[in-house]
T-cell receptor, first 116, second 114 residues
Framework: QKEVEQNSGPLSVPEGAIASLNCTYS??????FFWYRQYSGKSPELIMFIYSNGDKEDGRFTAQLNKASQYVSLLIRDSQPSDSATYLC????FGAGGTSYGKLTFGQGTILTVHP | GAGVSQSPRYKVAKRGQDVALRCDPI?????LFWYQQALGQGPEFLTY????????KSGLPSDRFFAERPEGSVSTLKIQRTQQEDSAVYLCASSSLTQGYEQYFGPGTRLTVT
């Protein structure tokens, strides 16, 4: 079982729709969760982070975290063609010594295509 | 302000050559990470520095990989005797917090070993 799992897609949604991206993780001790957007040939760009159970909204983006279910999601409202990219879920797990210094474990990414 | 910068952006090396990849983090960022990203995959952790101290090198794939950050700012990732399986994008990220929760990536160096 991979530590962080995402559906690789591609996920195709029409312009203006809500895109829902999902991620599950295996390390129950994980405490911080990140969504990165990566355009083809570019580096990952941080778009959302969430540390507490529940929802966190930032503009058209909402991150949702459920630690009991070990599940984190990203909703993109009013999707635009410019949102077409790979979305990477990343998790900060605790190290073996019980300390966390921010090493991120990434999923393989979900390819999102927003069509006009 | 300026983001993370990396150089070179592209590097082609013949198998067996040594390469050095440079990362210049955001000014004042304590934490610096190196990741390797293969095509179609998410980045994978290589090593972590807090200032000049290399606190974790558990992700380095072999002893041909070596990283340093001697003055706690610029970092260099060196790969000796490159192999074809080393072909990937090498990403550097930095963070201002000791625990490095929010990491900002540089543009990456695409290494191709022929």
């Amino acid at each position: 079982q991979k530590e962080v799992e995402q559906n690789s897609g591609p996920l195709s949604v029409p312009e203006g729709a809500i895109a829902s991206l999902n991620c599950t993780y295996s390390d129950r001790g994980s405490q911080s969760f990140f969504w990165y957007r990566q355009y083809s040939g570019k580096s990952p760009e941080l778009i959302m982070f969430i540390y507490s159970n529940g929802d966190k909204e930032d503009g058209r983006f909402t991150a949702q975290l459920n630690k009991a279910s070990q599940y984190v999601s990203l909703l993109i409202r009013d999707s635009q063609p410019s949102d077409s990219a790979t979305y990477l879920c990343a998790v900060n797990p605790f190290g073996a010594g019980g300390t966390s210094y921010g090493k991120l474990t990434f999923g393989q990414g979900t390819i999102l295509t927003v069509h006009p | 302000g300026a983001g993370v910068s990396q150089s070179p952006r592209y590097k082609v090396a013949k198998r067996g050559q040594d390469v050095a990849l440079r990362c210049d983090p955001i000014s004042g960022h304590v934490s610096l990470f190196w990741y390797q990203q293969a095509l179609g995959q998410g980045p994978e952790f290589l090593t972590y520095f807090q200032n000049e101290a290399q606190l974790d090198k558990s992700g380095l794939p072999s002893d041909r990989f070596f990283a340093e950050r001697p003055e706690g700012s610029v970092s260099t990732l060196k790969i000796q005797r490159t192999q074809q399986e080393d072909s990937a994008v090498y990403l550097c990220a930095s963070s201002s917090l000791t625990q490095g929760y929010e990491q900002y990536f540089g543009p990456g160096t695409r290494l191709t070993v022929t």
